[in-house]
């Protein structure tokens, strides 16, 4: 099947019991038995449910890969790969990721002897110079969350060959519509589902997908181990979400393609960063592995700092001033005091993330709607 068909009905089938189309949400934390061991496939549903596992089974079919695991958030599915880790070892990571992954990393996981070194790693030498014995994962958002760099996957992918090392993929910005990590050679994909998978801001949920069954199986004992699972309601919301995934995107790329020309060109504005232009540093790599440049874009005000970017994100009236990413309705955050807070200023800086940066998640309305929203709240 060609993803557009993946979406509605990879890994699905009519529900045995009555041949429902959907899968009903299994609201059961357990599972009667005839004789101990006595069950059908499933016994507990920290283990397994099977409206949770009909949700892995899309996940994995869309994502190109043998195995997907669903999580209780994007966040719980990123400390199941790091916990493959023993102390003592190494990760290269992208250094402007999303807060809450800089977050874990850095307050959860370095106290537990886990080293991380955050780089920019649109160049791939940088990368190498990070490399050393001790090195075990590479951790590649792109693009990267705000400055909307974009990471050469199949360049990683080479490197974490070269070194014998894990390439885990953050795809959450662009999805499987834009960009498939397995097929670039990761070994790991990374999701957080709360945002284009489900699509409509209702749920929190996270994901992984894999090929490796001998991986696929020490992520499931952690995802069982940890317990982070994700719950019967949440799962078939992302499930109905996936179902719309490539009409959703097409849209978002359209409408943000249509927004970052119209900011572009507007007297006000310094700086749009959107890999769809033709100046953008990484516009070939982004032309070469996604399939269309997403629905994210973040910008700079030509003057007034910090003030500026408050003043005019509260003036948006179309778009909402919220939190997360990648609904049908279009968000404007403010990185510096919201999703990226976490991040020191010193380090934020290092990698763009100014006061005065605005990031907009560009939703499925009219473009025309949005734009004079845009044009009211700049002037
Ligand atoms: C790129 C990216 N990765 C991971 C996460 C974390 O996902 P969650 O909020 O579902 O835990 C987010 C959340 O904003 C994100 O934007």
Same mark, same amino acid.
């Given at each position: 099947m060609r993803f557009n068909s993946k979406t509605i009905h990879g890994g699905q089938e009519p529900d045995k019991a009555y041949g429902a189309v959907m899968p009903p949400i299994y609201q059961t934390s357990t599972y009667a038995q005839t004789?101990?061991?006595?069950?059908?496939? %499933?016994? %507990?549903s920290r283990s397994g449910n099977p409206t949770r596992a009909a949700l892995e089974r899309s996940l994995a079919s869309i994502e190109n890969g043998k195995h997907g695991l669903a999580f209780a958030s994007g966040l719980a599915a990123i400390d199941a790969v790091v916990k493959l880790l023993t102390p003592g070892d190494e990760v290269v990571s992208t250094n402007d990721l999303y807060g809450g992954s800089y977050r874990l990393f850095r307050q959860v996981f370095e106290k537990y002897g886990i080293k991380f070194h955050f780089v920019g790693m649109q160049d791939t030498s940088v990368i190498e110079e990070y490399i050393n014995d001790n090195t075990k994962l590479l951790w590649v958002e792109t693009p990267t969350n705000p400055m909307m760099n974009v990471i050469d996957i199949a360049a990683a992918a080479d490197l974490a060959k070269k070194h014998d090392l894990l390439l885990a993929v953050d795809n959450t910005f662009a999805t499987p519509y834009l960009q498939r990590p397995l097929d670039l050679g990761a070994d790991i994909v990374m999701h957080s589902a709360t945002k284009y998978l489900g699509g409509h801001s209702d749920v929190v949920v996270g994901a992984l997908v894999v090929n490796d069954d001998s991986l696929a199986e020490k992520l499931y004992f952690l995802q069982n181990a940890s317990g982070g699972v994700c719950g019967p309601m949440d799962s078939f919301l992302v499930l109905r979400g996936i179902k719309t995934l490539h009409v959703r995107m097409q849209r978002h790329c359209e409408n943000c393609r249509a927004i970052a020309e119209f900011l572009k060109s507007h007297p006000k504005i310094g700086k749009v960063f959107w890999p769809g232009f033709a100046d953008h540093p990484n516009h070939a790599v982004a032309k070469k592995q996604m399939a269309d440049f997403g629905g994210m874009l973040s910008f700079i005000p030509k003057e007034g700092g910090y003030e500026e970017a408050v003043r005019v994100v509260e003036k948006l009236r179309v778009f909402t001033l919220a939190e997360s990413l990648g609904g049908v309705e279009s968000l404007a955050g403010h990185p510096a005091s919201m999703t990226h807070a976490s991040i020191p200023k010193e380090e934020r800086e290092k990698s763009?993330?100014?006061?005065?940066l605005i990031r907009l998640s560009v939703g499925i309305e009219d473009a025309e709607d949005l734009i004079a929203d845009l044009n009211q709240s700049l002037s």
């Open positions: 004789t101990p061991g006595g069950h059908k496939g %499933y016994e %507990y763009g993330v100014v006061d005065s």
